[in-house]
């Protein structure tokens, strides 16, 4: 027998949706049902079941498996309550444009028996809300109701093609509990549901004027500059932007990155900030030409440097804004950007930048040698001082600092995983986002992801989806998955990714990845928020724990958390002033590639 609930998991295979991140409830008894006769007749089922005890992890998880295989997954949850748990995550996957179905039941709408799957428990009342899908509307590229099994296959694959194509980002469909019931004919569950004919849009290129206009700019440029931000989420956009910058001699900031945007050896590469006053690159102000591609926020207007200096632009400075697919960022009530730009176009970034390269502009860049030298002489004082800054030592009794924990775990990772193909960095240290993008920095595109958005708790659901992506894309040396995974957070972060669902996941699924957890003993970020508009201020004399952003002074046992989720499985240790820093590290790298269990190591830094 087949229901509803049989063909829509026969059409997520047919489309090619691998894995379900799901947490159930009680609009699911068709789905379980059918996954036990998808086991009972074939032995295993249709789209791999990865079960989830926290929303917020499972959409986090589906969000990296995304980004790791660039093929959607599927998130299923609990009705209105369900998908409200889905948290922070929704904003993520919509800022990050990540491609996710995610599916919903809903309460049945019949009470006396009319249908099979009618109100028979007390919360079918109490969860039947007047418009479930707005809970998450204003972040999905489309919503739907299933109202028949029949249109399924069409839902399915139109929520997909919307999803897949710019600007990319989850879609959300939802179903009634006696609809899921629904038995159907076998006919119309074995009917074909590719995807062709269902294509996503092709990607978009500069009109020609644009191309003349932007690739003469450019090349009569003195103090030509590029700023991005997620150019490497295609890893082929990467190679055009190092290209194009070399031949033309550009430097290359990256502003708020999420991706790995360009290699860290490329030359012209002068810096990442995430826009704390006083440190964005001083050719910003300088620059003439400025090409922002696939950037969030290339400079916030209002902020100066130490000695009083506007960090932004000057107002001769002529400004072209491309973007893959929201190049006004329409989603967002305020943007700056396109209200200072020349020209402002929608066109893949890859593609752009192959029509630049081959305009014929590139080999005639104004002072290309004494700017090349240069901006070389800019890139290696850049390194110089990230590596001088991992040498620091630390004084007695006092907390290492963060460029040298960076420092300790990359040589520890390298030289355990001297392939850089091989390991998958996850950041979300936020307050140490500026630090962790620069010296974890890989040589590789891909190599370091970030969601994409600004909500808290996504690296540890991250790990268990990147790994189970890493193999079934072939990623790493081998093509057989990373070696290595590694997700940085703060102990701020830690509790926000619900680690004790997370770390379970990780032992069930036997995705082995290492954390480290930045314990600066509460959330620091709100602390630099308030000192921003209150520098001298009453909160501004006190603690932490005073101003109530404090997790002390007794903290949460991060390592235990995690060691007592998995049964005793993970491994853990806590690195505080004059503990073994390179020890520790080299040891919990070794766990997870040759033990292929998971590591935690908690660095105390100083406390806010």
Known sequence: MYTTSSLFFHTLAQVGITHAFVNWGSDHPALLEDLQRQRADHGNTAVEIVTCPNEMAALSAAQAFTQVTNTPAAVIVHVDVGTQALAGAVHNASRGRVPILVFAGASPSTMEGELKGSRNEWIHWMQDVPDQPAIVRQYMRFTAQINAPENIPHLVRRA???????????????ARREVLEKEIDESLFNSTASLYKWPSIEPSALSPSAVNVIGDALAQAINPLIITSYIGRNPAAVGALEMLSRLMAIPVFVTCPSATNVSLSHPFFVGVSFLAPGTHTPLLSTADVILVIDAEVPWIPINKDSRGNSERPSDDARIFVIDSGDPLKESIGMEHVAGVAELVSRANAEVALFQLLNSGSTGSATGYYTRSRNIQAIHDAFIADMRNAEAVMSEPNVPYLPSRIFGALRTAVENKVPHPASTLYLNETISNYPLSWAHLHPDTPLGMLSSGGSSLGWALGAGIGAVLGGVNAGKGAGKVGYELVVSVVGD????????????WMARRYETPFLTIVLNNGGWKSPKLSMLGIHPEGHGSKVTGNQLT????????DYVGIAVAATGG????KRVAAGDSLWETMTEAVRIVVEERRCAIVECVLESI
């Open 160 to 174: 997909l093609q919307i999803a897949t194509s710019e600007p990319k980002g989850p879609v959300y469909l939802w």
């Open 549 to 556: 952003v404090g997790f002390g002074p007794d903290m949460p």
């Open 569 to 572: 499985w993970a491994w853990g």
């Open 492 to 503: 701020g972060t830690f509790l926000f990714g619900a680690p004790s669902s997370a770390f």
